[in-house]
């Protein structure tokens, strides 16, 4: 079955410093994959989303995240976190209709 | 822009009483979604809608959960009777073409 881990349930980051969050898939076929952020009390934003075209995926706000085969791994990244970006972060993959989530990651940034 | 609305945003409710949650996806999208998150987690699947027929219901509650979409529009998520386990935020998404899920600002309940 199809699953996705979060490496880490809270990252915490100084300002303007750089943000990574991890993320695993399981799967023999890479899926369609997707990075959503979430401020309390909201729904979930889509970052970026990787659909094979290509391996580097900019996304909103900054953000970017790599496709590793080799690794299963879909990390985020941002070179420069900022205090707005404090938020949970879910990695997400799709198989057919189904999206599936991680557990999240919780980012908070310091002054 | 277009938006997923939801509503209550806020129910509180004792536990053994029925609830209910209203969608309203994005215009012209034909599957619709509803998600269920524990504080703490990521949104778990509950029921998938295309237009009005149920595709994937196996992880809904089915002897307290229902859901319905009867015209293949807007869609109500019903639970009762409501337990103290219940108390999460329910989300609801939409999809088109293009494969993305829009999803609204979430239903969060809590059932004491």
């Known amino acids: 079955a199809q699953s996705v881990t979060q490496l880490g349930s809270h990252v915490s980051v100084s300002e303007g410093a750089l943000v990574l969050l991890r993320c695993n898939y399981s799967?023999?076929?890479?899926?369609?994959l997707f990075w959503y952020v979430q401020y309390p009390n909201q729904g979930l934003q889509l970052l970026l989303k990787?659909?094979?075209?290509?391996?580097l995926v900019k996304g909103i706000n900054g953000f970017e995240a790599e496709f590793k085969k080799s690794e299963t791994s879909f990390h985020l990244t941002k070179p420069s976190a900022h205090m707005s970006d404090a938020a949970e972060y879910f990695c997400?993959?799709?198989?057919?209709?189904?999206?599936?989530f991680g557990q999240g990651t919780e980012l908070s940034v310091k002054p | 822009e277009a938006e997923v609305a939801q509503s209550p945003r806020y129910k509180i409710t004792e536990k053994s009483q029925a609830v209910a949650f209203w969608c309203d996806p994005i215009?012209?999208?034909?599957?619709l979604y509803w998600y269920r998150q524990i504080l703490g987690q990521g949104p778990e699947l509950l029921v998938q809608?295309?237009?009005?027929?149920?595709?994937?219901d196996s992880q809904l509650p089915k002897d307290r959960f229902s859901a319905e979409r009867l015209k293949g529009v807007d869609s109500t998520l019903k639970i009762q009777p409501a337990e103290l386990g219940d108390s999460a935020m329910y989300l609801c998404?939409?999809?088109?073409?293009?494969?993305?899920?829009?999803f609204g600002e979430g239903s969060r309940l809590t059932v004491l």
């Open positions: 799967s023999s076929v890479p899926p369609y």
């Open positions: 215009s012209g999208h034909a599957t």
């Open positions: 998404a939409s999809t088109g073409n293009t494969g993305e899920l829009f």
């Open positions: 990787y659909t094979s075209a290509a391996t």
């Open positions: 809608f295309q237009d009005e027929s149920v595709v994937d």
């Open positions: 997400a993959a799709r198989r057919g209709g189904k999206l599936i």
